[in-house]
């Protein structure tokens, strides 16, 4: 976990709405930046949106979902019990990275599955909380261990934020052991998951998120 996730199409305008709810009014947006891919397929090293704060009022830019440490292999998760190998990142690199859900593959009947996982929630987007490299090219989903409620489905989780972390978490003053502690653990009873059609390169739309039930191949009698 998170190997892909669902991002839908919310316009650049509606993103700054989203953001101004959430934090403080003000939100900007980077005109650098290169527009991110978006959809309900989203993949490694797909351009996607971020939030990051500038100063002191969060920022609309973007960022490739993949760090490459010198030496190393892509990244696209960071755990967040490790803040040590991410020690530049948390201190100067957090970030918010808006989605509808995230893909999971859990193993049923002998084969892999797949699952669409969201939160209940008023907002119509949730925000994973991400690090960004100092070079600004490349970030990461935080994962954890799961809530119980959807502990059965995978042994790590992506860190959903709740909106009363939201501004310490993207401005820094948000404690590394209080990060570890608390983040991301306040959805347990709200989760919601259901089987989804097989994902293929050409997996687009909104129907990639919808409930699937397999038609019935054999009868038992």
Same mark, same amino acid.
């Given at each position: 976990?998170? #190997?892909?996730? !669902? !991002?839908?199409?919310?316009? %650049?305008? %509606?993103?700054?709405?989203?953001?101004?709810?959430?934090?403080?009014?003000?939100?900007?947006?980077?005109?650098?930046?290169?527009?991110?891919? =978006?959809?309900?397929? *989203?993949?490694?090293?797909?351009?996607?949106?971020?939030?990051?704060?500038? #100063?002191?009022?969060?920022?609309?830019?973007?960022?490739?979902?993949?760090?490459?440490?010198?030496?190393?292999?892509?990244?696209?998760?960071?755990?967040?019990? $490790?803040?040590?190998?991410?020690?530049?990142?948390?201190?100067? =690199?957090?970030?918010?990275?808006?989605?509808?859900?995230? @893909?999971?593959?859990?193993?049923?009947?002998?084969?892999?599955?797949?699952?669409?996982?969201?939160?209940?929630? $008023?907002?119509?987007?949730?925000?994973?909380?991400?690090?960004?490299?100092?070079?600004?090219?490349?970030?990461?989903?935080?994962?954890?261990?799961?809530?119980?409620?959807?502990?059965? *489905?995978? $042994?790590?989780?992506?860190?959903?934020?709740?909106?009363?972390?939201?501004?310490?978490?993207?401005?820094?003053?948000?404690?590394?052991?209080?990060?570890?502690?608390?983040?991301?653990?306040?959805?347990? =009873?709200?989760?919601?998951?259901?089987?989804?059609?097989?994902?293929?390169?050409?997996?687009? =739309?909104?129907?990639?998120?919808?409930?699937?039930?397999?038609?019935?191949?054999? @009868?038992?009698?």
């Amino acid at each position: 976990m998170c #190997g892909r996730f !669902a !991002a839908g199409h919310l316009t %650049q305008k %509606q993103m700054v709405e989203i953001v101004e709810g959430f934090l403080t009014p003000g939100a900007t947006v980077d005109a650098d930046a290169q527009p991110p891919k =978006g959809g309900y397929h *989203i993949r490694p090293t797909n351009r996607i949106a971020l939030v990051v704060q500038q #100063g002191k009022t969060p920022m609309l830019t973007t960022a490739n979902w993949q760090i490459t440490p010198p030496g190393g292999r892509g990244l696209i998760n960071a755990k967040i019990e $490790n803040t040590g190998f991410w020690h530049d990142e948390w201190a100067h =690199g957090r970030c918010m990275i808006p989605a509808l859900g995230y @893909f999971e593959w859990p193993t049923a009947s002998g084969r892999k599955e797949p699952m669409f996982i969201t939160v209940k929630r $008023n907002a119509p987007v949730l925000f994973f909380a991400g690090l960004r490299s100092l070079d600004r090219q490349g970030c990461v989903i935080l994962t954890r261990e799961p809530s119980p409620q959807i502990a059965h *489905i995978h $042994n790590r989780m992506p860190v959903i934020l709740s909106p009363d972390d939201m501004t310490e978490w993207l401005n820094g003053t948000m404690q590394r052991a209080a990060a570890q502690d608390h983040l991301g653990t306040q959805w347990d =009873g709200r989760f919601e998951h259901h089987r989804i059609k097989p994902l293929t390169a050409e997996s687009e =739309g909104e129907s990639v998120i919808e409930p699937y039930s397999p038609p019935q191949t054999s @009868f038992d009698f």
